[in-house]
């Protein structure tokens, strides 16, 4: 990883007060998951207890302690999409990419998750896949829009 | 842009702004809300934008990129000005034709929306039924500007709420007036504004903080995500009067960073609103300062309670806090602080610009204003509706969203998100309000409205909201931590058809501990979506509980899919679809689905073509046993 790029991060929060979730979300943008080494620096920079940090991170969804794949997909399982055949794309999904919720594929392509609203629920069912929207997904053509990402 | 320093100053720019349009002019406005934008907006506006170029170079044509027109389900939607010709489900090929009829005043007939019930083509966007039933007083504005543009919200007199409150009123005023308008908070509790605001105004210590929240985590909706995104200064207005209620200097709107376009959108609003002079120092040269910043939220339901998400402002786990300390008096920082959500603070601006009393005289008794919600799920017309508080559910699901799509029978209105409840059909007539959905079992929430049809199994309804609260619930309290786990766990057992007839006694008495002990209203509420189906739909329960059958055919361990031997025609396409290899059969061998291979994903009922129809789901009966294998060969005839 970038440590030039980790510290640049890490320093732009050094004074201020409250600022770690919004670092984390940061370092989590920049590498796509926040390794150990992020955590460290941060402890050592913002004189922070490691466990604090660590008790942030996985309290939070949006933060990752794991490398993720090269594609996030979330699958949105709100109420609207739970209503429209939601489960079936994830049910479906989980079957191509042969991992479940919260896992990454072997070969690193896919990190799949499971999303409790993605806040467009008029068009449910709802997947995302690297911050691109796809509306009104039947099982069939989640596989479609997966097959298109390489 | 120097600071304005003046309340006349901004009107001085208001005109200017307004000189500088001529109301004439064709503009094409085109929906970027997160709806369209799935739909590809993007592509349609970028395609527009060259055809602009093409067609109209010494810019006779204005095209302006709004937020959400809440019609969703029509998108991508473009309005063309100052005819308000509304087009729906435009293409990027459209966009030749589009500037042109824009420029030529015309009509593309094709692109109009047409009203299912009648058949006939509607031309201007306020005639359509979806908008015509509806008062849109915070959202209609969503329409007319660019949310990237602070000019387009002044043009529309944005910003002179905050005048008005700052030179003709003093905080008390303000105060006052809203109390009078009768605001009630538009984020779940329905708790009176103008008192909320008093308790900060009174509490010790400084400084005091006022706080916008965008957390929306409710499943179901996305009225403040809409707002933000395609009206940011709006929210920015009404906090700013708000703060000057209170007393405060500092501000915090708190986004779900879920959200990205409103970060961005509400980042720009708040870099132009400085830069004008409408947040910061000396606001219009009135003496009084206010600074707003932007917190992203890191993705927890519980954040969006308003005591976690003080905490979670202070950079820490976004935890409740027991609520005998209020957030009022001691919230961020240990500060007396202010929460509402985004849209009540939207609704501040319209308050002090058209008085108390004519806000008030919108609504019901108890309820002032008008309510925006997501009206979602199996409704034809879906998207985002703002109406009267008071109007009946029915007008909503019939006559705004046009009814049940595919013929089927509606079966409950889900409102409140996981803290609400299902409503049934015998009390579509009642007048949606804060006090008459709490009456019914339900509550208002943040707006969210998720329509139900036959198709929607009420008991797996209950376990979908109990999954998601145990997966949200933060484990600081025992009773929601474990006793929503124990509810799920029953309710699962019920869904996978091995429930029992103690079952129901255990929920119900699970609901009330979790209901009186829980520390903050994400247990506390928890029971809500169990309870409404409970009492409103509790034949769906015994049905699974005792004949093992799911009235809706949702629930996977208790339906079956056969094929009918009569129906089918060996066509192959099922068998092909089959993801589990579960069909057997041939060209003329009519097939056959393994019970035991078969993984119910549904792919052979979605497959199996319409003239055939040949797949049958069933639920609580035994499957029929399959032909012998002599039987089974097709005989085709003349078809």
Redesign the interface.
């Known amino acids: 990883m970038d440590q030039k790029r980790l510290r640049q991060i890490v320093d732009r929060y050094a004074d201020q007060e409250g600022a770690l979730i919004q670092l984390l979300l940061d370092i989590q943008k920049e590498f796509n998951w926040v390794p150990k080494e992020a955590v460290q620096q941060i402890s050592e920079t913002l004189d922070i207890p490691l466990s604090h940090i660590y008790r942030i991170a996985s309290f939070y969804k949006s933060v990752s302690l794991r490398p993720r794949g090269k594609h996030i997909v979330n699958v949105c399982l709100g109420t609207a999409c739970q209503v429209r055949d939601g489960p079936r794309v994830m049910d479906r999904i989980r079957d191509v990419l042969g991992v479940d919720a919260g896992e990454t594929t072997p070969d690193m392509k896919f990190t799949l998750e499971r999303v409790n609203c993605l806040g467009c629920c008029a068009l449910g069912p709802v997947m995302v896949v690297d911050g691109e929207y796809h509306g009104k997904v039947m099982p069939a053509k989640a596989e479609e829009i997966l097959k298109s990402y390489d | 842009m120097p600071r304005l320093k003046s309340s006349a100053e901004l009107e001085k720019l208001r005109q200017k702004i307004l000189s500088k349009r001529d109301p004439d002019r064709p503009t094409i406005a085109i929906c970027s809300g997160?709806?369209c934008?799935?739909?590809g907006s993007e592509k349609v506006n970028a395609a527009l934008e060259k055809e602009l170029k093409k067609q109209a170079p010494k810019g006779e044509v204005d095209i302006r990129r709004t937020g959400c027109h809440g019609f969703?389900?029509k998108g991508t939607l473009v309005v063309v000005y100052p005819d308000e010709i509304c087009y729906v489900n435009v293409k990027p090929e459209d966009a030749a034709e589009v500037v042109r009829s824009a420029i030529d005043h015309k009509i593309i007939d094709r692109l109009l929306y047409v009203d299912p019930t009648t058949g006939k083509k509607v031309t201007h966007q306020s005639d359509i039924p979806f908008y015509k039933h509806q008062n849109q007083l915070i959202f209609g504005n969503n329409r007319q500007i660019d949310p990237k543009s602070i000019d387009d919200y002044i043009s529309l007199g944005g910003y002179s709420a905050l005048s008005k409150a700052l030179f003709q009123m003093s905080p008390e005023e303000v105060m006052e007036e809203v109390k009078r308008a009768g605001l009630r908070g538009r984020g779940g509790g329905g708790f009176p504004t103008g008192r909320k605001w008093q308790t900060t105004r009174d509490a010790a210590g400084e400084p005091k903080y006022v706080i916008v929240n965008c957390d929306?985590?409710?499943?179901?909706?996305?009225m403040d995500?809409s707002i933000t995104e395609g009206n940011p200064h709006c929210v920015i207005e009404g906090l700013a009067i708000g703060a000057y209620a209170i007393g405060s200097h500092e501000g915090f709107i708190y986004v779900r960073?879920?959200?990205?376009l409103a970060v961005d959108n509400l980042i720009i609003a708040i870099e132009q609103a400085e830069e004008h002079g409408l947040l910061g120092e000396n606001i219009l040269g009135s003496g009084f300062d206010f600074k707003v910043k932007l917190?992203?939220g890191?993705?927890?339901?519980v954040s969006g309670e308003s005591s976690a998400l003080m905490t979670?402002?202070?950079?820490?786990?976004?935890?409740p806090r027991p609520k005998y300390i209020h957030t009022s008096e001691k919230g961020v920082w240990d500060r007396p602080s202010c929460l509402n959500n985004v849209e009540t603070w939207a609704n501040v601006p319209l308050i002090i610009s058209g008085g108390a009393m004519s806000y008030a005289s919108i609504g019901t008794e108890g309820s002032k204003g008008t309510k925006i919600f997501?009206l979602?799920?199996?409704v034809n017309n879906?998207?985002?509706v703002e109406v009267p508080m008071g109007v009946t559910l029915r007008d909503i699901v019939y006559k705004i969203g046009g009814g049940i799509p595919g013929g089927k029978k509606f079966k409950a209105v889900?409102t409140g998100?996981p803290s609400g409840g299902c409503i049934p059909e015998q009390f579509l007539d009642s007048r949606v309000d804060f006090d008459e959905l709490a009456r019914l079992g339900s509550m208002m929430g943040s707006g969210?409205m998720?329509?139900?049809d036959e198709g929607?199994c009420m008991v797996d309804?209950a376990r979908?909201?109990l999954e998601?609260l145990a997966?949200?619930s933060?484990g600081k309290c025992t009773p929601c931590r474990e006793g929503i786990k124990q509810m799920l766990d029953i309710l699962t057992d019920i869904c996978a058809g091995r429930g029992i007839e103690a079952d129901i006694e255990l929920l119900e008495e699970l609901s009330e501990v979790l209901r009186d002990t829980s520390l903050c209203a994400l247990g506390g509420t928890a029971p809500n979506p169990v309870l409404t189906t409970l009492q409103y739909f509790r034949d769906e329960y015994e049905a699974h509980i005792k004949e093992k059958r799911c009235p809706a055919y949702v629930c996977k361990d208790l339906v079956a899919y056969y094929i009918d031997p009569a129906k089918c025609k060996a066509c192959m396409i099922c068998l092909r679809?089959c993801?589990a290899d579960a069909i057997s059969g041939g060209k003329d061998t009519i097939h056959v689905v393994d019970q035991g291979k078969c993984t119910k994903?549904?792919?052979c009922l979605?497959t199996c073509p319409a003239r055939f129809n040949a797949v049958v789901k069933i639920s609580g009966e035994p499957v029929p046993p399959p032909l012998a294998d002599d039987e089974r060969v097709l005989v085709r005839g003349k078809e």
Do not use: W
């Not at chain 2, 960073?257 to 990205?260: G, I, L, R, V």
């Open positions: 997160t709806g934008h799935a739909y969703c389900e929306e985590g409710d499943p179901g909706a996305y995500r960073q879920e959200y990205p917190h992203r890191a993705g927890a339901f979670a402002i202070e950079g820490k786990v976004g935890e997501s979602v799920g199996k879906t998207g985002l889900q998100g969210g998720i329509v139900m929607t309804t979908y909201f998601f997966d949200e933060c679809n993801p994903c549904g792919n979605d």
